[in-house]
């Protein structure tokens, strides 16, 4: 079955660190992978998308993901993080038309 | 360009009850597709409507059903409601059904069953 996994719940970085999220995925064949955000209280919005190509993308408010065949992967990594990334961060992957979405993680941002 | 809307925002009903919820989908969508996202948990597909056709199913029960409409607007309905129905119900509209097209999401319908 198609499964999207996020090891970590909870993650807690300090203003101006880096960041990397990680997402795994199982998956029978090239996945469609997606990140999202969502704020207390938001809907979801887009950070960047994975269909083929170059296995680095880039997204909105300075996040990338880099998708790894070998390692069933598609991390997400800020080099510096500001205050207002914090939220949660779901990894999804598109199958047979629709969206199967990891637990969540949920990034807090120490100043 | 307006995005998707949701309503209502918050909603409080009781065991046993019935809800409808209505979801607005973006200008030049005609694909609509509905998240149950329980707390702390992932959102999880219910089902998709594609040109007022049912276009996929999750695995939920049958009390919960939905309409589109001609304007691709459309609706969630809950029948005899249990306290595990209490979630964040997301709509998210797309071109297409298709796996590159983008889904854009409401803000979403806060469901509490007492």
């Known amino acids: 079955a198609q499964s999207v996994t996020q090891p970590d719940i909870h993650i807690t970085v300090s203003e101006g660190a880096s960041l990397e999220l990680r997402c795994n995925y199982s998956y029978g064949a090239t996945p469609y992978l997606f990140w999202y955000v969502q704020s207390p209280g938001q809907g979801l919005q887009l950070l960047l998308k994975y269909f083929s190509g170059d296995t680095l993308v880039q997204g909105i408010k300075g996040f990338e993901a880099e998708f790894k065949r070998s390692q069933s992967s598609f991390n997400l990594r800020k080099p510096s993080v500001h205050w207002s990334d914090a939220a949660e961060y779901f990894c999804a992957a598109h199958g047979r038309g629709k969206l199967i979405f990891g637990q969540g993680t949920e990034l807090s941002v120490k100043p | 360009e307006t995005g998707v809307t949701q309503s209502p925002t918050h909603l409080i009903k009781t065991r046993g009850q019935q809800v409808t919820l209505r979801c607005s989908s973006q200008s030049g969508h005609n694909t609509v597709s509905w998240y149950q996202q329980a707390l702390g948990q992932g959102p999880q597909f219910i089902f998709q409507?594609?040109?007022?056709?049912?276009?996929g199913r999750g695995n939920f029960p049958p009390r919960f059903s939905g309409l589109q409409f001609p304007n691709y607007s459309s609706e969630l309905n809950v029948n005899a409601l249990e306290l595990d129905d209490s979630a964040l119900y997301l709509c998210a509209s797309s071109r297409d059904p298709g796996e590159r097209d983008e889904q854009y999401f409401g803000p979403g319908t806060r469901l509490t069953v007492t």
């Open positions: 409507y594609y040109r007022e056709e049912e276009n």
